[in-house]
């Protein structure tokens, strides 16, 4: 489940980059502050109030309140931390209007990244710079290569686009042509068993190369002609490797260019693979349904259920879903009442909440109290019961079929519930 845990960690960042990502100011007057590990708090708030300092210049008296305002949230934040988190931090602040002029309402975001941050910043600007953390929500996992033929071989690591060579090898055996005066049987021979000691010295490598990146998801074997597939059937390659293999691919060339070939392929390949796990996982669900073993439910209530008694094996969500759970208090006697509604719905229901009354009392005093992206809510219930999340794309027939038929929630069960 390594690969799943990864995609919510990469899933959860992803969304809560698109929702920062429609925010926008009135003016120049959102703060984005970037904060390294290692970076002394007390400094970075010094240069805050040099910051507000600078923002009393501003001529747009909205403009300078809101800059300073959002200079002095953002230090309040900061004030609670004695120093970065191991990955930095990193702070968003602005008055966001919510309905036209006049609206702005002082929002506040901190964020602990999945990656260590290397760059120290302060903007001000009419959007969030979301840029840094845009790159870590793509595909950073690390990937070896091993690229093969009966001449030569080369094995390197590979993370997102960027490549890097471990090692190369040379096979020194001739080729297929013998020399006169051998006898074709002991020449064969021969030949047979330096390829042999060649494939064995490359598995060998690859495997004490390999097995010390750390954080490797798999394995891609490539090369011109059948030379991968003798050397991956042969016994060359530890089974520890050899569980890792997520692919062969054919290239034209041996060498760095094989691998630069297998690298401008890969985004495709490690697609292919996630979809076969997506794939995997909600197949074994519809085999619950299916053969009615009391394994598989679907639905908001039904997961919620389970997901509360802590029996939930894999919770499945479509990342597709794009519900929001809104909680709404009455001002006046202090009832919450709860719906679920979808995210492009919001403002309209919050507006219509001004003329609702309230079921308890009557009185015209309802507002927004809270709100949750339901995903998020689910998955943070998942786990806190130790339950494994998958996000499922809508790229393959099952993905699309669980947002469809399914609602976009289902899990599969630990044992049948009574
Ligand atoms: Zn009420």
């Known amino acids: 489940m390594s690969v799943t845990a990864d995609s919510v960690l990469r899933f959860k960042l992803k969304r809560t980059l698109e929702m920062l990502a429609d925010k926008e100011g009135r003016g120049t007057e959102l703060i984005s502050l970037y904060v390294p590990p290692g970076r002394r708090i007390h400094e970075v708030l010094a240069n805050l109030r040099e910051e507000y300092g600078t923002a009393s210049n501003i001529k747009s008296r909205t403009t300078r309140k809101n800059v300073q305002d959002a200079i002095d949230r953002t230090s309040q934040r900061l004030k609670l931390f004695k120093e970065p988190p191991t ?33 120290y910043f302060y903007r001000c600007d009419a959007r969030f710079h979301l ?30 686009q960027r490549m890097e060579i471990l090692q190369k090898f040379s096979s ?42 750390e954080g490797l998801k798999g394995l891609i074997v490539g090369g011109p002609g059948p030379t991968k597939f003798d050397f991956i059937e042969g016994d ?12 062969t691919i054919d290239t034209s060339y041996v060498g760095e260019q094989g691998v630069e070939e297998i690298v401008s392929k890969s985004g495709e390949i490690l697609r292919g693979v996630r979809y076969m796990e997506e794939k ?14 009391g394994l598989g439910v679907y639905g908001e209530t039904q997961v ?33 009442d709860d719906s679920l ?36 809510e689910l998955i943070e219930i998942a786990d806190k019961q130790n339950a494994n999340v998958a996000i499922i794309s809508t790229e ?23």
């Open 87 to 119: 990955n930095g931090l990193v702070i968003f602040c602005g008055a966001i209007p919510r309905n036209g002029a006049g609206t702005e309402r002082m929002e506040t975001f901190v964020l602990e990244p999945p990656e260590p941050i290397n760059i």
């Open 396 to 418: 393959t027939d099952e993905g699309v079929m669980l947002r469809d038929s399914f609602g976009g929630i289902a899990a599969i069960l630990r044992y049948r519930a009574s």
């Open 304 to 336: 919620r259920k389970y997901l509360n008694a802590g029996i939930i094996d894999t919770l499945i969500v479509s990342e597709k879903l794009n519900t929001i759970h809104v909680f709404v208090k009455c001002k006046n006697c202090g009832n919450v």
């Open 341 to 376: 509604i979808p995210q492009s719905g919001f403002v309209k229901f919050e507006q219509d909440l001004m003329s609702a009354a309230c079921k308890k009392c009557n009185s015209v005093s309802l507002a927004v109290d809270d709100r949750k992206d339901l995903v998020d």
């Open 280 to 293: 995997k996982i909600v197949q074994k669900f519809l085999y619950e349904i299916g053969h009615e073993t």
């Open 172 to 213: 020194g055996v001739a080729g297929k042509h013998r020399a006169g005066g051998q006898s074709a049987r002991r020449f064969e021979r021969i030949r047979e068993q330096s390829l042999n000691d060649y494939y064995h010295r490359v598995g060998a490598h690859a495997y004490e190369l390999l097995s010390e990146i």
């Open 131 to 160: 840029e840094p953390l845009l790159a870590m929500v793509k595909e950073r996992n690390a990937y070896g290569v091993i690229v093969i033929d009966t001449s030569d071989a080369v094995v390197a690591v590979v993370r997102g």
């Open 236 to 247: 060359h390659l530890n089974y520890m490797l050899k569980e890792k293999i997520l692919a």
